[in-house]
């Protein structure tokens, strides 16, 4: 009696990629945490924060400007 297709053993060794996909991630984050790691993570944050503050402050002068042209 042959064997299905389908519960044949596969040839495709999935843990060795998976161990290599985690062995570069993990050089991959060793080689990002460095000594100005810190201050790109707190920039970015900032940047972040800032952002919305941005986008809310001009949507505010927008409507400030419309209604000055409306009053006058």
Do not use: E, N, Y
Not at 5 to 10: D, H
Not at 27 to 50: D, N, T, Y
């Amino acid at each position: 009696m042959s064997t299905p297709q389908s519960l044949a053993r596969s040839q495709i060794d999935f843990v060795s990629g998976d161990f290599d996909a985690l062995a570069s991630h993990m050089r991959h984050c060793a080689l990002a945490q460095g000594r100005w790691f810190a201050v790109k993570s707190h920039l970015q944050r900032v940047r972040s924060v800032a952002a919305g503050r941005i986008v809310t402050m001009a949507c505010v002068a927008v409507v400030l400007a419309i209604g000055l042209f409306a009053v006058a």
